[in-house]
């Protein structure tokens, strides 16, 4: 009897594997056609090889993370403590961020359209901002030193941080004013048109971009 299943997860890794080469996505199947983090965050609910939601659970948002430059693996380790001590505390941090992209993925789709941000989102992503303290430490480095924010309390609560604090620095850049959504109608991914020409429609050539430009020559076949 022919093994499909292992089949099945040779093609997948195969096209993770092109994918990832072409910058499509991570080597964790998460989107990188954003440009940085908040945006990717904004397409995180959707991560290549997985059904339903890519930040589902804690362990899934650390494994954003640790793709995302944004925490090591012996941090990371030390979250997964919280699973055990407080699953409830862990599940409403999900709740919470899962909530910040619904709101944040509108207000891209505002920005995306030259709308103004809406200032309830501002609001209530300031108070969040509120919550998390932290301070300066200098930390050595090849060429001397480097200063660094260092998060004063723990918790699944402070993962939130470098997600939220991205999007805010977001919002004050000039990249806000050049955040498109992918023209492809089975698309809904965003990125920053960082194109020379302004022009870029599509979350990336090598998929969406590639698959519009093979149905253009097939209906100008059949003409």
């Not at 918790?155 to 999007?167: A, H, W």
């Not at 022009?199 to 253009?216: D, F, L, P, Q, Y």
Request: glycine share 8%.
């Amino acid at each position: 009897m022919i093994n499909t299943n292992g089949f099945e997860t040779e093609i997948k890794v195969a096209k993770l594997n092109a994918l990832a080469k072409a910058g499509v996505v991570n080597a964790e199947g998460f989107y990188t056609v954003g440009g940085r983090t908040a945006v990717d965050f904004a397409n995180s609910s959707r991560r290549f090889g997985k059904d339903g939601d890519g930040l589902e659970k804690l362990e899934e948002l650390l494994t954003f993370l640790k793709s995302m430059g944004h925490l090591h693996e012996e941090e990371a380790s030390s979250y997964h403590m919280y699973l055990f001590q407080n699953p409830d505390r862990c599940a409403e941090t999900m709740n919470t961020l899962r909530h910040m992209r619904a709101r944040f993925l509108a207000m891209l789709g505002q920005a995306s359209n030259g709308w103004p941000i809406d200032p309830s989102f501002i609001a209530e992503l300031n108070d969040h901002l509120l919550n998390f303290k932290t301070h300066l430490m200098l930390e050595p480095s090849e060429g001397g030193y480097v200063l660094t924010a260092k998060q004063s309390e723990q918790g699944p609560e402070q993962l939130l941080y470098p997600i939220f604090k991205d999007i805010a620095e977001f919002i004050v850049s000039d990249q806000l004013e050049k955040v498109r959504q992918c023209a492809s109608d089975s698309c809904d991914l965003f990125f920053v048109n960082q194109s020379r020409n302004g022009r870029r429609r599509w979350c990336s050539m090598s998929t969406c971009g590639n698959r519009a430009k093979v149905n253009a020559y097939l209906k100008r076949q059949e003409t």
